[in-house]
């Protein structure tokens, strides 16, 4: 559970690295469950601000590459919601980071079950 402190303006997150068999599978599917209630956007936000974890890959020369608008929500949900999608892993791909968390939102996210799976 992450609850923004009042008067919070920054991102709430958790960080969860994956290390991929090599070779990695060509796409994933990730997911998973949230819930988001007194969601409220920080002054001066920006356009990606929002509830998400959207997937970065860390390439073999530690580069990143971050799918964006992968899994995003911008409102409270009704109740929990289940939530996936599939992501085409980039050739090169040795990690996975998932960040799910608040990012530059105010409010209270919920989350469970979450999953990574080879398609």
Same mark, same amino acid.
């Given at each position: 559970?992450?609850?923004?402190?009042?008067?919070?303006?920054?991102?709430?997150?958790?960080?969860?690295?994956?290390?991929?068999?090599?070779?990695?599978?060509?796409?994933?599917?990730?997911?998973?469950?949230?819930?988001?209630?007194?969601?409220?956007?920080?002054?001066?936000?920006?356009?990606?601000?929002? /509830?998400?974890?959207?997937?970065?890959?860390?390439?073999?020369?530690?580069?990143?590459?971050? +799918? $964006?608008? %992968? @899994?995003?929500?911008?409102?409270?949900?009704?109740?929990?919601?289940?939530?996936?999608?599939?992501?085409? /892993?980039?050739?090169?791909?040795?990690?996975?980071?998932?960040?799910?968390?608040?990012?530059? +939102? $105010?409010? %209270? @996210?919920?989350?469970?079950?979450?999953?990574?799976?080879?398609?």
């Amino acid at each position: 559970r992450y609850i923004s402190p009042v008067g919070f303006a920054g991102n709430l997150r958790t960080y969860i690295p994956l290390k991929l068999p090599n070779p990695a599978p060509g796409s994933l599917i990730i997911s998973l469950r949230w819930r988001v209630s007194d969601y409220a956007d920080q002054p001066n936000a920006p356009e990606w601000a929002s /509830v998400q974890c959207d997937p970065i890959f860390v390439m073999a020369d530690g580069t990143k590459n971050t +799918v $964006n608008n %992968t @899994l995003r929500v911008k409102s409270n949900t009704d109740g929990w919601q289940e939530v996936e999608k599939v992501v085409t /892993v980039p050739e090169g791909a040795k990690m996975l980071i998932l960040q799910p968390g608040l990012y530059c +939102v $105010n409010g %209270t @996210l919920d989350l469970d079950d979450i999953k990574v799976l080879a398609e």
